[in-house]
T-cell receptor, first 115, second 112 residues
Framework: DVKVTQSSRYLVKRTGEKVFLECVQD?????MFWYRQDPGLGLRLIYF???????EKGDIPEGYSVSREKKERFSLILESASTNQTSMYLC??????????????FGPGTRLTVT | AQSVSQHNHHVILSEAASLELGCNYS??????LFWYVQYPGQHLQLLLK??????LVKGIKGFEAEFIKSKFSFNLRKPSVQWSDTAEYFC??????????FGTGTRLQVFP
């Protein structure tokens, strides 16, 4: 069974703090993703990584950065948290599309509140 | 840019009623199509997917979806819903990359 874990289920931070959200997958997947989920807006892709040290911007990368130093771990960084970054953050992983499998597996999410 | 529309934002049904949730996408080329479900307090999980072949695909828990290329649609159906189907449902499209584009979701509430 694929398992995607996220470091925290709930997080409360203050405006201006640097925030790290960690994601680990145990199935040797090439691809990893960070989304934010907001009511009425669905899931929006923040960043995507298709290999170690490789990253690609998604639809809403502003205010975020990512790091992928090891294949199994993908970190989302909020350099200076702001209240409009209060949201549910979901991590996902998948095999490369060339494998024929396109399913993304999701973690439980981190609900971040910025006050 | 590719977009996905889910027309029903909130659907309320009684148990045993039939369900159809609409999904339309904008891309005209080859697409892979997905429905994901998020039960209260749980991970987002795959309900069903379409890559090619038979346009009527069956998923878990009695759900099915039909791909109609001419209408750019991939509607989700279930003939008889149960209280346990209460969840949020997301349609998603994958183009020729590994990235998914999600719709805004439909919240389904089923009452006994």
């Amino acid at each position: 069974d694929v398992k995607v874990t996220q470091s925290s289920r709930y997080l409360v931070k203050r405006t201006g703090e640097k925030v790290f959200l960690e994601c680990v997958q145990d199935m040797d997947h090439e691809n990893m993703f960070w989304y934010r989920q907001d009511p009425g807006l669905g899931l929006r892709l923040i960043y995507f990584s298709y290999d170690v040290k490789m990253k690609e911007k998604g639809d809403i990368p502003e205010g975020y950065s990512v790091s992928r130093e090891k294949k199994e771990r993908f970190s989302l960084i909020l350099e200076s948290a702001s209240t409009n970054q209060t949201s549910m953050y979901l991590c996902a992983s998948s095999l490369a599309a060339a494998s024929g499998s396109h399913e993304q597996y999701f973690g439980p999410g981190t609900r971040l509140t910025v006050t | 840019a590719q977009s996905v529309s889910q027309h029903n934002h909130h659907v309320i049904l009684s148990e045993a009623a039939s369900l159809e949730l609409g999904c339309n996408y904008s891309y005209g080329g080859t697409v892979n199509l997905f429905w994901y479900v998020q039960y209260p307090g749980q991970h987002l999980q795959l309900l069903l997917k379409y890559f090619s072949g038979d346009p009527l695909v069956k998923g878990i828990k009695g759900f099915e979806a039909e791909f109609i290329k001419s209408k750019f649609s991939f509607n989700l159906r279930k003939p008889s819903v149960q209280w346990s189907d209460t969840a949020e449902y997301f349609c998603a499209v994958m183009e020729d990359t590994d990235k998914l584009i999600f719709g805004t979701g439909t919240r389904l509430q089923v009452f006994p």
